[in-house]
């Protein structure tokens, strides 16, 4: 079936320190979206990304959508330790009616 | 608005009972999801209706789950009978529509199976 692949599963970092998680599809996107889920709690949506090539901006996280639509990235500057938790992209494959959830990047902030 | 309202927060019970999982979406959302997360397999789509109407089932694990939607503000997963593995924390989503929209989740049941 579909997959939409999610790297790195864990990473931590020091806090002040930058984090990306990518996310990837071996077939076009209509658009992707990024949730946050915070340590025991649920996902809440970040941001949807729809065009080839888009860059959105939330404060110190910077969203991107490929040129072909296959791949997105999450950047956070300079992490803080409320960015602690696990981000989901989740992706509409062309074609399909439903959006398929990545595995997650889970992200420790050391202090 | 209160949210997605998912009752009851934690269950426990023993292997072989029925367990019923409840959830309320926001009202006027016409999509409803159910979702299994667990550390081994992340988060799952189990179901999903549209306007009631169950559209994909295909993550469904076996026939011991079943779902409703009886009407657009109430739906009910039902697992029986109840097995150890089954143990995980079940979401509910809603949102105005499938694919497009951002899904809200509400805050999940915590299902330990003995």
């Known amino acids: 079936g579909q997959q939409v692949m999610q790297i790195p599963q864990y990473q931590h970092v020091q806090e002040g320190e930058d984090f990306t998680t990518y996310c990837n599809s071996s077939t076009t996107l209509s658009n992707i979206q990024w949730y946050k889920q915070r340590p025991g709690g649920h996902p809440v949506f970040l941001i949807q990304?729809?065009?080839?090539?888009e860059v959105k901006k939330q404060k110190r996280l910077t969203f991107q959508f490929g040129e072909a639509k296959k791949n997105s990235s999450l950047h956070i500057t300079a992490t803080q330790t409320t960015d602690v938790g696990t981000y989901f992209c989740a992706g509409k494959p062309g074609g399909y009616n439903k959006l398929i959830f990545g595995a997650g990047t889970r992200l420790a902030v050391h202090p | 608005d209160a949210g997605v309202i998912q009752s009851p927060r934690h269950e426990v019970t023993e292997m072989g009972q029925e367990v019923t999982l409840r959830c309320k979406p926001i009202?006027?959302?016409?999509?409803l999801f159910w979702y299994r997360q667990t550390m081994m397999r992340g988060l799952e789509l189990l179901i999903y209706f549209n306007n009631n109407v169950p559209i994909d089932d295909s993550g469904m694990p076996e026939d011991r789950f079943s779902a409703k939607m009886p009407n657009a503000s109430f739906s009910t997963l039902k697992i029986q009978p109840s097995e150890p593995r089954d143990s995980a924390v079940y979401f509910c989503?809603?949102?105005?529509?499938?694919?497009?929209?951002?899904?809200?989740f509400g805050p999940g049941t915590r299902l330990t199976v003995t």
């Open positions: 989503a809603s949102s105005l529509g499938q694919g497009f929209y951002e899904q809200y």
């Open positions: 009202s006027g959302h016409n999509s």
């Open positions: 990304l729809v065009k080839s090539g």
